[in-house]
C-alpha cells in the first residue's frame, strides 16, 4: 500500500471473520483481507450493483446492503455489505455471509404460505378467540359472508344455533382437541349454514386456558341436500305405505276408506276426506272419510279455478287437491288439521300430490268396477234390474220383512202377443215396445221399489211396504196405463198389452220367497189364459188363511 489506513492496519483486516476491504473515492479497492476475494472480483468486474449507494460520500450511518455474489466452490452465496466512512473519502466495506440466514427465513415463510394455503383449501375459514371467548382472529376473506372485522371482537354464541352433541362446551371455546363438530349458525343473510369446526384449545405456559384456534368447513349445502335426501326417502315410504294399503283391500268399495285412513295417518292430519265426481253429477259426492274436518263447502268450490287449496278455514289448516285419471277431475282429496297444530310444510304439499294421483287411480278403479257391476246387474236394452240381481236384492228385501213384520207385493207382468210384435213389425220395433214398457211400469212405481226385466218379454215389480189394497190399486193402474201400447201392436185383433199376477206377503207369514213367486207366476198365467190384458191377486198363502180364521 502507499498510503496508510490511519487506525486501521492489515492485521485488522485479516482478523475480520468475513469479507473486509477499503475502496478509494472511485470505488478502486485499495485493501482487502483473503475472504474478500468473491467481492472483491464482483467489484473489479462492475457486477456490484450497490457499490454507488454505499460509496456516497458524507452519509452515515449507512444502510445494510445485501448483495448475491457467486462461491467460489460454485453456486450463490448471500453478503450484508455494511460500509463504514474513512478519512480521506475512503470507505471500509464489512460484509458477513447470510446465506444460511437467508435460506432459512426463505424456507420459513415459505413453510407460513405452505401452511396457510393448505389451511385454506382444507377449509373455508380458520379463526382464534382470546381469553374471553370473543373472536380475536378470522381469516382475511371472512366467514359466512361476514367479512372479518365484523366477527373479530364478536362472541360466537352471537351467530351459533345448534351445535352437536358435546361436553356442554361451544366449539368455539374447545378445553380439547376436537374435530369436525357439527355447529349450525347464522351467516349474514340470516340463513341457516352448518359449519363442520376442528378446533384446540390455546393454553399459558402454566396451564390456564387461553382461548382456542380452529378451521369451520361449510357444509351447508351437503346437509341442505342429506336432508332433501332424507325428506325424499320418507315421502316415498309414506307413498308405498299409503299404495299397499289401498292396493291390500279386495272390496272396491272399501279402497277409499283404506285410503283415507291411510293418508291421514301418513300426513299426520286430524281428518281426511275423499270425494268422487261421479260421471252424471257436476258435483262432489263424499266416498269416505277419516277422523274430523270442517267446513268442505269452500274448498270443493274453489276447484271451479284451480287444481290446489292451501289456506286457513274457519280454525283449521287445509290442504286439498283434486285427484285425476288421464287429466281428467274424477274426485278429490282433502286434509284437516287443527291450527293448535303446526300448518302444512312443503314435503306434505309433495306427498299428498303423489297420493293424489294413486287416489285418482283408486277412483278410476272403482267407477270400473260399477260399470261392471252394473252391467252384470242390469239388462242391457232397458237398464232395469236382470233376473239375477233382482232376486239376489229380492232374498235380501224378502228377509227383512220376516224381522220387521211389513207387508210387501210381487207383481209379474207378461206382455200379450208381444211376438206379433216382432212379426210384423221387425225386432227394432220390438226393442222400443220393451223400452215403453220399462218407462211406463217406472212412473207407476216408486224410487223404493224394484222393477226388473226378468227375460224376453217378462217382467217383475217388487212394492216395498205394500199390502192387498196397495198391490189391487197399482195393479188397475198399469193395466190401464198398458194402452200407451196400442200402436206397437202387430194387429188390431193382436193387440199389445199387458197380463199381471200379484202375491201379497202378510205381515208374521212364514211364506217362503219361492212359495211367493210361485204365487204370483200362477196368478200372471191364470190371467193369460182367460183372455189376457188384465190382473189378479194370488190367493192367501195357507198360513196366512188359517191366521185369519
Request: charged share 25%; net charge negative; proline share 5%.
Amino acid at each position: 500500500m502507499d498510503q496508510p489506513l490511519g487506525t486501521l492496519g492489515d492485521h485488522a483486516l485479516s482478523a475480520y471473520p468475513g469479507p473486509a476491504l477499503v475502496l478509494d473515492g472511485s470505488g478502486t479497492v485499495i485493501a482487502a483481507n483473503s475472504r474478500s476475494e468473491s467481492l472483491r472480483h464482483a467489484i473489479e468486474q462492475a457486477t456490484l450493483p450497490s457499490l454507488k449507494a454505499l460509496m456516497i460520500p458524507g452519509v452515515q450511518p449507512r444502510q445494510p446492503v445485501v448483495e448475491p455474489l457467486a462461491a467460489p466452490g460454485g453456486g450463490q452465496v448471500f453478503i450484508e455489505l455494511i460500509p463504514i466512512p474513512l478519512a480521506q473519502d475512503r470507505v471500509l466495506l464489512l460484509g458477513r455471509d447470510v446465506t444460511l440466514e437467508r435460506n432459512l427465513r426463505s424456507a420459513l415463510v415459505e413453510s407460513r404460505q405452505r401452511y396457510k394455503d393448505l389451511v385454506e383449501i382444507s377449509s373455508d375459514f380458520a379463526w382464534e378467540t382470546g381469553p374471553d371467548g370473543r373472536f380475536v382472529f378470522v381469516s382475511p376473506k371472512g366467514a359466512l359472508g361476514y367479512a372479518p372485522d365484523d366477527l373479530v371482537g364478536r362472541h360466537p354464541s352471537d351467530f351459533v344455533i345448534h351445535q352437536g352433541p358435546a361436553s356442554g362446551v361451544s366449539a368455539f371455546a374447545a378445553s380439547l382437541p376436537l374435530t369436525d363438530m357439527e355447529v349450525w349458525v347464522r351467516d349474514a343473510d340470516g340463513k341457516d349454514a352448518c359449519v363442520l369446526t376442528s378446533a384446540m384449545p390455546l393454553k399459558s405456559e402454566d396451564g390456564r386456558w387461553n382461548g382456542a384456534r380452529g378451521v369451520c368447513r361449510n357444509v351447508t349445502d351437503l346437509r341442505q341436500r342429506d336432508a332433501a335426501l332424507l325428506r325424499a326417502h320418507n315421502r316415498e315410504r309414506l307413498l308405498t305405505y299409503v299404495v299397499r294399503t289401498i292396493r291390500d283391500e279386495l272390496d272396491p268399495a272399501d279402497m277409499l276408506r283404506a285410503a283415507a285412513e291411510a293418508t291421514g295417518r301418513a300426513l299426520n292430519a286430524t281428518g281426511c276426506q275423499i270425494y268422487r265426481l261421479m260421471p252424471d253429477q257436476e258435483s262432489f259426492v263424499l266416498a269416505a272419510q277419516y277422523g274430523n274436518g270442517g267446513n268442505e263447502g269452500p274448498v270443493l268450490g274453489a276447484f271451479n279455478g284451480a287444481d290446489h287449496f292451501d289456506d286457513e278455514l274457519d280454525g283449521w289448516h287445509v290442504l286439498a287437491n283434486v285427484t285425476r285419471y288421464r287429466q281428467g277431475v274424477n274426485g278429490a282429496i282433502c286434509l284437516w288439521r287443527t291450527q293448535d297444530r303446526p300448518a302444512w310444510g312443503d314435503d306434505e304439499r309433495l306427498l299428498i300430490d303423489d297420493v293424489a294421483g294413486q287416489v285418482g287411480l283408486a277412483n278410476e278403479q272403482i267407477g270400473n268396477h260399477e260399470r261392471i257391476l252394473m252391467l252384470s246387474r242390469t239388462d242391457a236394452l232397458t237398464g232395469l234390474f236382470n233376473r239375477r240381481a233382482f232376486f239376489e236384492e229380492l232374498g235380501r228385501r224378502y228377509s227383512r220383512l220376516a224381522r220387521e213384520k211389513k207387508s210387501a207385493s210381487l207383481i209379474y207382468c207378461d206382455l200379450d202377443n208381444f211376438k206379433w210384435v216382432n212379426d210384423v213389425h221387425g225386432h227394432q220395433m220390438g226393442d222400443k215396445a220393451l223400452i215403453a214398457v220399462r218407462e211406463m211400469l217406472l212412473k207407476f212405481t216408486r224410487p223404493i221399489d224394484l222393477v226388473a226385466r226378468l227375460g224376453g218379454d217378462e217382467f217383475a215389480i217388487w212394492l216395498e211396504g205394500a199390502d192387498e189394497q196397495a198391490a189391487l190399486s197399482r195393479c188397475r193402474a198399469i193395466v190401464e196405463g198398458a194402452s200407451v201400447l196400442a200402436h206397437f201392436s202387430g194387429s188390431s185383433d193382436k193387440p199389445l198389452h199387458l197380463s199381471l199376477g200379484a202375491a201379497v206377503h202378510a205381515p208374521g207369514s212364514d211364506e217362503s220367497l219361492e212359495e211367493l213367486v210361485v204365487r204370483a207366476d200362477t196368478a200372471m198365467y191364470e190371467v193369460k189364459r182367460e183372455g189376457k190384458g188384465s190382473w189378479r191377486i194370488a190367493q192367501p198363502h195357507p198360513t196366512q188363511e188359517s191366521a185369519k180364521s
